[in-house]
């Protein structure tokens, strides 16, 4: 059974850009959740979809958005790149928000 | 918030070693799981639990809820044991979204 996959792996923009995250989920599974990890901050909570609805953000602005798909996959987006958006953007996914979470590989995303 | 802290920050290990893990929690959790952050960063599921005493092969774990820690064992150490381990627990009443993760064990074993 495949586990989350996210795309791209890596993703180079330049300030000011938008990016586009993308995740699918386990199969069956119907929350994700979308994590920054930035150097020295540690893993924090971003964004969490389900059943194609935002049920809850963390502290982030409003340039970060994202949405989930009728098959549950989902996107985040990023608009008016700033350098401190540099980090590792991991996707996780659920059965629903109790139980055990699966993390993807991770898209590093570097401005510049 | 709560607080994790995970115990020691840093371990440096010859092949073959036995390590223990620990995470501290400062308020009631429902929730806990530890993960393996391998050098590429994915997140590898490693223990689901939120109480009790689980094993699989050379990794063990304990959480003690009533007490707020739990340990996690590895014994045997290989090389492919490197990277960053961390905890993460969930809030009653919370579900994923509001994991908290602790500050990391990054652990080195040397061949």
């Known amino acids: 059974e495949a586990g989350v996959t996210q795309s791209p792996t890596h993703l180079i923009k330049t300030r000011g850009q938008q990016a586009t995250l993308r995740c699918s989920p386990i199969?069956?599974?119907?929350?994700v959740y979308w994590y920054q990890q930035a150097l020295g901050l540690g893993l924090q909570f971003l964004l969490w979809y389900d059943e194609g609805e935002e049920r809850n953000r963390g502290n982030f602005p409003p340039r970060f958005s994202g949405r989930q798909f009728p098959n549950y996959s989902s996107e985040l987006n990023v608009n008016a790149l700033e350098l401190e958006d540099s980090a590792l953007y991991l996707c996780?996914?659920?059965?629903?928000?109790?139980?055990?979470?699966?993390f993807g590989q991770g898209t590093r995303l570097t401005v510049v | 918030g709560i607080q994790v802290e995970q115990s020691p920050p840093d371990l440096i290990l010859q092949e073959g070693a036995n390590s223990t893990l620990r995470c501290n929690f400062s308020d009631s959790v429902n929730n806990l799981q530890w993960f393996h952050q391998n050098p590429w960063g994915q997140l590898i599921n490693l223990f689901y639990?939120?109480?009790g005493t689980k094993q699989n092969g050379r990794l063990s774990a304990t959480t003690v809820a009533t007490e707020r820690y739990s340990l996690l064992y590895i014994s045997s150490s290989q090389t492919t044991d490197s990277g960053v381990y961390f905890c993460a627990v969930g809030l009653p009443n919370f579900g994923n979204e509001k994991l908290t993760f602790g500050t990391g064990t990054r652990l080195t074993i040397i061949p």
């Open positions: 199969s069956g599974h119907t929350s």
């Open positions: 639990i939120p109480s």
């Open positions: 996780a996914s659920s059965w629903d928000r109790s139980s055990e979470a699966f």
